[in-house]
């Protein structure tokens, strides 16, 4: 029976595992050896000495290998739970990872802090904006008889929304015929026009937040979007509707074994039109582009989501996984079973 006295910490970001203490006991151990000398040892009453020896040098030896392999082998084991995936994303790659940043050890077992970082090949945008939308949650509590809990901070998905951003993944440049819209109903309300175009420029990163009336329901906000219906490209200046508008949409997160799963419901939509004059006719038109847009807008977030790996064990995986959101987090649980 081999007993240790581990320690646990994350100096610079990496786990140490230190040992304090090791004790090995042997119970019932019986020497023997064939041949006249045993014999001779035996009947002098030298065996018992001789079995003391043993059970040392055996101790000895557990105890210095507990010592020698069993940090490593710890810290291998911990350490693999290091997030790192690339997301090929519209053609551009967005790169995560997460690194331990904290450990903390009860008696009802190990959690361990990752720290992320997302970052994305590509920035497209001429400002960096404000930065990601950061509110510090606070780290969940375990209950005792969870076998292995997982949260991902809405802090994460906001570094990831964040470098969708300014990757250029939501600014768009939409024909009328992409978006469906009628080429005589148009001509009506824009005469003269002959080369119809939406643009949209997101002047704010989208985020993702509790809803304030229920902390525990999530929602996607985006603010100040800009949206220009123009004749022509943009740089012609033909334009015919500016407006800029904010969306607020239920998201709901599902997770897997594997990954977690994201639904976006059905958007809340506010928009301030500023050109034409608000009583025009062509000021009225802006709501039934809204709602030719959002259908394409909704889907690029939803794929730009999909691909969030959940973290995992080398050698074992995770069974049974539930999900919960509240305080901030995205509560994953489940059992370890070995990876066959």
């Not at 001779?40 to 392999?69: C, K, P």
């Not at 525990?216 to 949206?227: A, N, P, R, T, V």
């Not at 995992?312 to 919960?324: R, T």
């Amino acid at each position: 029976v081999v007993t240790a006295n581990l320690s646990a910490a994350v100096p610079n970001g990496i786990l140490v595992i230190t040992i304090n203490s090791v004790s090995t006991a042997i119970n019932n151990l019986d020497f023997d050896l064939d041949g006249w000398l045993y014999d001779v040892i035996s009947f002098f009453g030298l065996d018992g000495v001789i079995e003391g020896a043993v059970q040392g040098a055996i101790q000895d030896a557990v105890s210095g290998a507990v010592e020698d392999e069993v940090p490593t082998l710890l810290e291998d084991i911990l350490q693999s739970l290091e997030i790192a995936q690339d997301l090929d994303l519209m053609g551009a790659t967005y790169s995560f990872i997460g690194r331990p940043s904290s450990v903390i050890v009860s008696e009802d077992g190990l959690e361990l802090a990752l720290e992320a970082n997302i970052s994305g090949d590509q920035w497209i945008l001429p400002t960096t904006g404000e930065g990601s939308l950061y509110a510090s949650y606070q780290s969940p509590l375990w209950d005792a008889s969870t076998g292995m809990g997982i949260g991902i901070s809405l802090d994460f998905l906001n570094q990831m929304l964040y470098q969708i951003w300014g990757g250029g993944l939501l600014n768009m440049s939409l024909s009328g015929d992409e978006l469906g819209l009628d080429g005589d109903e148009i001509a009506l309300i824009f005469p003269g026009s002959s080369d119809l175009r939406i643009s949209v420029d997101p002047l704010l990163p989208p985020t993702a937040a509790p809803q304030p009336a229920n902390p525990d329901q999530l929602e996607l906000q985006i603010g100040d979007m800009y949206l220009a219906l123009h004749n022509g490209p943009l740089s012609d200046q033909d334009v015919r509707l500016e407006l800029y508008m904010s969306l607020f949409a239920p998201l709901n997160l599902n997770a897997s074994a594997t990954a977690l799963g994201v639904e976006l419901g059905e958007p809340l939509v506010y928009f301030d039109v500023v050109y034409p004059e608000a009583n025009s006719m062509y000021a009225e038109s802006s709501e039934s582009i809204l709602q030719a847009l959002i259908p394409f807008l909704l889907p690029t977030l939803t794929d730009a989501l999909t691909e969030i790996e959940i973290p995992s064990i080398e050698g074992f995986s995770i069974a049974g996984v539930s999900s919960s959101t509240n305080d901030g987090y995205v509560r994953l649980s489940g059992q370890l079973q070995i990876t066959q």
